[in-house]
Nanobody
């Protein structure tokens, strides 16, 4: 199982970024995919997840209405579109999948929201 992330970086408050996570080594279309983040001095938290069938999504209250998780099963890629970014969104962002009872994580990428 491999998850390779891209996107992220530095953005001003109110700006947008899109994260991508390309997956391989498992049947992507049948697995729930999720995004998590970890800010300095804080525990890692769930940001959003998307089911395999039907694409039903769930979001943390802190990002609801601003972030959108989506997936392209043909490309085995999950996305996180982040709009109206706030300084408190600054964190390292990770994608994750659970396969046969084990959690696999992407390498993580820093997102910094600052003027």
């Amino acid at each position: 199982v491999q998850l390779v992330e891209s996107g992220g970086g530095l953005v001003q408050p109110g700006g947008s970024l899109r994260r991508s996570c390309a997956a391989s080594g498992f049947t992507f279309s049948t697995n729930v995919m999720s995004w998590h983040r970890q800010a300095p001095g804080k525990e890692r938290e769930l940001v959003a997840f998307i089911f395999s069938a039907g694409g039903m999504t769930t979001y943390a209250d802190s990002v609801k209405g601003r972030f959108t998780i989506s997936r392209d099963n043909a490309k085995a890629t999950v996305y996180l579109q982040m709009n109206s970014l706030k300084p408190e969104d600054t964190a390292v962002y990770y994608c994750k999948v659970r396969v046969r009872g084990f959690d696999y994580w992407g390498q993580g990428t820093q997102v910094t929201v600052s003027s």
